[in-house]
């Protein structure tokens, strides 16, 4: 655009020093380069923001559906043939706009060059007029005529210049509408790390809502026009306990009583609305709110094995170090053979160097679960969260990982959510958590001595377990 500006005014100033009655005549065309100019480039940012959009859901779909999982999942429910058409149809919209901008681009520069001839027509017209009457030499006429496409030259290029800014600001609006999303957890100023040693959990009196739509997503992102700003409803209400350094507590009660959205508190992958979580501190309220905690700091006290035991499209040693990237490989082994997977991965071909798949989907959902439990033992972590960590394994297998996190918890604080209620017998202390809200706590013993919500659960577990032990005797 610069050297475009400069060639423009040079070329201008010269012209019009060898005649300007030609000079403003050649200028009456100039709108022609202006107006259309300003017009195109906003119906080809249309055209690019909706070809944007396109793009961006195929991305999506390609993520979800095309995926190992989903692509399971379209082809067990028989929809491969609906997912390829819906496909098929962004695609081809996306093509048919591609062609579009082509061709409206290709038009409107034929049509600034028509102009630039036709500007050329006049100089020569008016030139040779005044050449034969005398007024203005043969020679500067066609100098003239020269200057003229370097006039006109610049003039369609800044215009061409106009259309490719206001097509690439579509994508800076996507771009920018991104980045400008302030982060729903962020570190706050003057943060200090988490105090060294054994580290205590304390929940006081915290209250929590899921944020609404608004601020964790963009309506660019979810394909509607826009989100929902409703906040969500208190799903915690008043939860107050303690864990003291190197105690296990366990979280139990019925599916979507809130266990898990208080492991995501602790993790700090949101913040409370009220009340406070705390690490450290011998005494009631006297620890480290999460909230004045450096994020290095927290992610190196706190380890967390979730539910769906995700891993990444890599190498095992590579998902290992994920949690230490300084780990050696003796370090690897150590953990695998605590986790049980010794002689699985001594068995591969590439051992450590076996890619997994995606989401670990060429292991079996045990064998996932334990590398993500190796994962969080090579970490080292103070306090470990296990969201129903040995869900995925079978009796035998659950058992050898229950051994394993025994001992590699050993002096270790540890909140632990579990639904099977054998595993946590052993835990210092048991939550019953219901709606929201603690409605018992005491040990294995003293819960089934009181006879309520624990006991309930554990009567109803073990005769599910029973029933499946007589149906599984062949009758005689």
Do not use: C
């Amino acid at each position: 655009m610069v050297s475009n500006v400069v060639a423009l005014v040079l070329t201008l100033a010269v012209m019009l020093g060898t005649s300007w009655q030609v000079t403003v005549l050649a200028m009456v065309l100039l709108p022609v380069f202006l107006v259309p100019a300003r017009r195109m480039g906003s119906k080809l940012a249309d055209l690019r923001r909706e070809a944007a959009e396109h793009n961006a859901a195929m991305g999506t779909q390609m993520t979800e559906r095309f995926s190992a999982p989903g692509a399971t999942l379209v082809k067990l429910f028989g929809r491969p043939a609906d997912e390829s058409r819906e496909f098929a149809v962004r695609a081809g919209r996306v093509r048919d706009i591609g062609i579009r901008t082509a061709m409206l681009q290709f038009t409107f520069v034929t049509a600034l060059t028509l102009v630039s001839a036709l500007a050329l027509a006049l100089v020569y017209g008016l030139g040779g007029w005044y050449a034969i009457t005398g007024q203005l030499a043969a020679g500067d006429v066609v100098v003239l005529a020269l200057l003229l496409t370097r006039l006109y030259a610049p003039l369609t290029a800044l215009s061409n210049a106009r259309v490719e800014i206001m097509s690439a600001l579509v994508s800076f609006e996507r771009v920018f509408e991104i980045l400008d999303l302030k982060p729903l957890i962020q570190q706050k100023p003057g943060a200090v790390p988490v105090p060294p040693g054994p580290v205590s959990v304390e929940f006081d009196d915290v209250r929590f809502a899921y944020p609404s739509a608004d601020k964790v997503s963009l309506a660019s992102l979810e394909e509607v026009s826009t989100l929902d700003t409703r906040g969500g409803e208190e799903v915690l209400h008043g939860i107050s306990f303690r864990v003291e350094p190197g105690q296990t507590v366990a979280l139990v009660g019925s599916s979507g009583a809130g266990k898990s959205t208080i492991a995501q508190l602790l993790a700090r992958l949101y913040d409370v609305d009220s009340g406070a979580v705390r690490l450290g501190g011998s005494l009631p309220g006297s620890g480290l709110d999460l909230r004045d905690a450096t994020f290095d700091s927290l992610r190196d006290t706190l380890g967390m094995v979730t539910q769906d035991g995700h891993l990444f499209h890599e190498t095992i040693a590579s998902n290992l170090r994920l949690a230490r990237p300084d780990a050696t490989e003796k370090d690897m082994w150590d953990v695998i053979r605590q986790a049980r997977l010794e002689t699985m991965i001594r068995s591969l071909p590439d051992g450590l160097e076996t890619v997994v798949g995606e989401r670990g989907y060429r292991l079996s959902g045990g064998e996932r679960q334990r590398l993500t439990i190796a994962r969080l033992l090579i970490a080292q972590p103070r306090v470990v969260i296990l969201d129903e960590a040995t869900a995925a394994l079978d009796s035998t297998n659950e058992a050898a990982v229950q051994a394993a996190l025994g001992a590699a918890l050993e002096g270790r604080t540890a909140v632990v959510i579990a639904h099977r209620l054998s595993t946590i017998r052993a835990a210092d202390a048991i939550l019953v958590v219901e709606d929201g809200r603690i409605v018992e706590r005491g040990t294995h013993t003293e819960l089934l001595a009181a006879d309520g919500r624990y006991a309930e659960l554990y009567r109803t577990q073990f005769a599910e377990a029973t029933a499946v032990a007589q149906e599984a005797v062949p009758e005689l």
